[in-house]
């Protein structure tokens, strides 16, 4: 089972930034969070990773509370194009082993409207 | 160039038939993932394989045999297909740096049993 929280759908206007949240309670001290997204139709892809500090990559912002229960995707100006679902998963290091698979729970749908 | 590619993208068949989805990776990556989503949109992690090595083999009836000739490809053939068998089917793969690691998405085969 996945072992985080996201909210079933969330609106953005176009141009603004979406706030995303994901809670993880029983998060361990080695686990990374990760987000991907998936657009209509097409693979999974891969957005930004986390162990405890805040990430930034040309994408998205990851922002991870000190007691790492809970983080925030920021997508700073939502496009059309990221409407997708996306998927917060909490996952041990992958060192080739069977850690290596990502559980995907049922996401977030985001919607972002003009 | 595309990463990592599937064929076919579509597979429409009859109940009891065998077939093959074949998936090649042109990043140099070690480990190679097959996922099934359903028509619920979960997204489950059914194969995993490193270095042309089973990891992970989830729970997934013997019908389906993935095969790895080499690292850069990971086929998956299925027998006797049946009805619940209709889903779209992912290829992944992945190269774990100090545990942590980014897995790169094929674009899908839908797969229907008639």
């Known amino acids: 089972d996945a072992k985080t929280t996201q909210p079933t759908s969330m609106d953005c206007a176009e141009g603004r930034a979406a706030n995303l949240p994901c809670n993880h309670s029983t998060i361990s001290g080695n686990e990374y969070v990760y987000w991907y997204r998936q657009i209509h139709s097409q693979g999974p892809q891969y957005i930004i990773h986390g162990l405890k500090n805040n990430e930034t990559n040309e994408m998205a912002s990851l922002i991870i509370t000190e007691d790492r229960k809970s983080s925030t995707l920021i997508l700073p100006h939502a496009t059309l194009r990221d409407t997708a679902v996306y998927y917060c998963i909490v996952r041990s290091p992958n060192y080739g082993g069977s850690q290596g698979n990502l559980i995907f729970g049922k996401g977030t749908k985001l919607s972002v409207k003009p | 160039d595309t990463a990592v590619s599937q064929t076919p993208k579509y597979l429409v068949t009859q109940m009891g038939n065998d077939k093959s989805i074949k998936c090649e990776q042109n990043?140099?990556?070690?480990?190679m993932y097959w996922y099934k989503q359903d028509s619920k949109k979960f997204l489950k992690i059914m194969f995993s394989y490193n270095n042309k090595e089973l990891i992970i083999n989830e729970t997934v009836p013997n019908r389906f045999s993935p095969k790895s000739p080499d690292k850069a490809h990971l086929n998956l053939h299925i027998n006797s297909l049946e009805l619940g068998d209709s889903a779209v089917y992912f290829c992944?793969?992945?190269?774990?740096?100090?545990?942590?690691?980014?897995?790169?998405f094929g674009p899908g085969t839908r797969l229907t049993v008639l």
């Open positions: 992944a793969s992945s190269q774990a740096t100090s545990g942590v690691d980014t897995q790169y």
């Open positions: 990043l140099g990556h070690d480990t």
